[in-house]
């Protein structure tokens, strides 16, 4: 099981590639169908993001634990133009240049922890992680297994 | 020697070089005593009283399928027929009541009953002794650790199947008749809780085909915006899947306080008591009077 | 194949076989649009069963198919939509306004029968 997962993101076929690897990985991090499909879908939207306004960029998937979650990170990141007013990005009704947004605020709405980082002229990145609470079986097998 | 306690897998039997001669001396002596070991076994089971909450006759069967497919699995080096052996077993007796530390110490038993036999048997050549003991005690020890795994991945599984039963009968979806469900949700209605809610609630769709919703709240304990925007996106989600929801069990005082909060009930239809609510999804789903296309999914705002 | 669309009576079934990329779903709608047009269709049916994510893309492009045909004279429902790609629309906020959703293919005819007998399609 992978730790980590990087997709390139270069062309309009990357994507399909991109929403197929996450939901592998959240697959084998034991996360539900449903939660793999937020995950997917989130994903979708950003790496589209990097494919229509600036070409090139790379997803790094993830995965992290803490005593209590397992949880997958999503980092986004390109070398593009970088957006104006992130602030207005990430909110509802921002249409931007193409009219058509960013599809942030429904990234952010399916996620648990979203964060966005864009300079003019240095890029953007985002970082956005899905977590999920194991219960008690699961802890005790992954205890068991490792122990 | 990592067991994999995820299904099905084998346990490979890590033994030193196991001398094929020597192996087959083993496991012919296992064989030609087989009556004498068994008895012996048992005996011992029943000093220790494991397996109580069985009869003999029953622990008698058992004991023999348990010897034969640990001989086979020394034979082979392949555990593959006894943990699926041992799978089974777990799957009789544990609802009888059998516990963890009664397999694995009837187990345990039975390696001791057989190395004992083994020095008997040959104690007065200590060196051949000594090289029989080597290709039993790691080939032993892992039966008894693949029989164990067996048993504990039983129970996992039964816990794991009644936790999912517990899960559905909490958020029973009822099918009154064709193509209508009825949700009626009870108690705290939590983000966790609506979430699988909501996917119990898409799943019956799916499966019974259904028209129409009615989800009942009268049981629900507190009403506040949270709640209600689970309540919306079960509603807005069903329509996805071509069902009209009904909402019931909302009182209008209640239904008002939504809207004052800016929650928008205004496409969901909602009916104030159960039994209206029915009546209201028998004349969706009844519907073929033109004019009026009630009984398809309105587009939804 | 990404998607078998058939003609069927007055109807037009296009069913989406994997998921397709961004330029496949563009090349679908104009494709659709000729068909509608050609076969004079009076109902257009897309199913997504296979769809394991439907994204504001997807979203746009669906709302525009149905625009689209509405204009040739056709009323489009979707089918197929998976629970968990529900959940993720709904979550996400995706407005597949003024579009119909059916369970399958038989609801979607059974809900297109009704509409196209009645002679004109909903205001909307």
């Known amino acids: ?147 | 020697m990592e067991p994999d306690d995820s299904d099905g897998t084998k346990v490979p039997i890590t033994a030193p070089a196991v001398d094929p001669d020597l192996l087959h001396e083993l496991v012919n002596h296992l064989r030609e005593n087989r009556e004498a070991l068994r008895e012996e076994w048992v005996r011992r089971i029943t000093e220790a009283k494991l397996l109580s909450v069985m009869e003999p006759d029953e622990i008698f069967s058992e004991v023999t399928a348990v010897y034969d497919n640990y001989v086979t699995a020394l034979e082979t080096g392949s555990v593959e027929t006894l943990q699926e052996y041992a799978r089974d077993l777990s799957e009789r007796i544990i609802p009888r009541g059998v516990e963890t530390d009664e397999v694995l110490g009837i187990v345990l038993l039975l390696r001791d009953v057989l190395a004992r036999s083994l020095f008997v048997n040959y104690q007065r050549d200590p060196e051949l002794l000594h090289r029989i003991l080597d290709s039993y005690e790691p080939a032993a020890n892992s039966i008894a650790v693949t029989v164990g795994v067996s048993f504990v991945d039983e129970r996992e599984r039964i816990i794991r199947e009644q936790q999912e039963s517990i899960r559905e009968l909490s958020t029973p979806v009822l099918q009154v008749r064709e193509r209508l469900l009825i949700l009626p949700i009870i108690g705290v209605l939590d983000s966790a809780r609506a979430r699988q809610l909501t996917e119990q609630l898409l799943a019956a769709i799916r499966d019974n085909r259904a028209r129409v919703v009615v989800i009942d709240v009268t049981g629900v304990a507190t009403i506040d915006m949270t709640v209600a925007n689970h309540l919306v996106q079960a509603v807005e989600a069903s329509r996805l899947m071509g069902a009209s929801a009904i909402l019931t069990g909302l009182s209008s005082r209640i239904a008002q306080t939504l809207v004052d909060l800016g929650v928008d009930l205004g496409t969901i239809k909602t009916v104030g008591d159960l039994e209206g609510g029915l009546e209201e999804a028998e004349r969706l789903l009844g519907t073929s009077a033109p004019g009026l296309d009630e009984a398809s999914p309105r587009p939804f705002q | ?124």
Do not use: C
Not at chain 1, 100 to 113: H, S, V
Not at chain 3, 12 to 29: F, P, T
Not at chain 3, 47 to 67: G, M, N, Y
């Open chain 3, 1 to 124: 194949m990404s998607v078998a669309i058939l003609h069927q009576g007055e109807y037009v079934i296009a069913s989406i076989q994997s998921d397709l990329s961004d330029r496949e779903i563009m090349a679908l709608r104009d494709d659709l649009a000729t068909r509608v047009g050609e076969q004079r269709a009076r109902g257009l049916i897309v199913d997504v069963a296979a769809l394991d994510v439907i994204d504001s893309f997807v979203a746009r492009a669906l709302r525009s198919i149905a625009e689209t045909a509405r204009m040739r004279g056709a009323e489009t429902v979707i089918v197929g939509i998976q629970p968990d790609v529900a959940i993720a629309m709904v979550q996400f906020r995706l407005n597949l306004e003024p579009l119909r959703a059916a369970l399958d293919l038989d609801e979607a005819v059974r809900i297109l029968d009704r509409l196209v007998k009645r002679g004109s399609p909903d205001a909307g």
């Open chain 1, 1 to 147: 099981m992978p730790d980590e997962v990087h997709v390139t993101i270069g062309a309009d076929e990357d994507l399909v590639s991109a929403r197929a690897q996450a939901r592998a990985l959240a697959d084998q991090l034991g996360f539900s169908r449903t939660d793999a499909t937020l995950i997917a879908t989130a994903i979708s939207e950003i790496a589209r993001n990097i494919v229509v306004h600036v070409g090139q960029g790379e997803i790094v998937l993830r995965s992290m634990e803490d005593e209590r979650r397992r949880g997958l990170v999503v980092i986004a990141q390109d070398a593009g133009p970088g957006i104006r007013d992130v602030e207005a990005a990430v909110r509802d009704g921002y249409a931007g240049r193409t009219g058509l947004g960013l599809g942030l605020p429904g990234a952010r709405r399916l996620m648990d922890e979203f964060e966005i980082v864009s300079e003019p002229e240095r890029g953007t990145t985002v970082t956005m992680t899905k977590w999920r609470i194991p219960d008690e079986l699961e802890l005790l097998r992954e205890r068991r297994r490792s122990g």
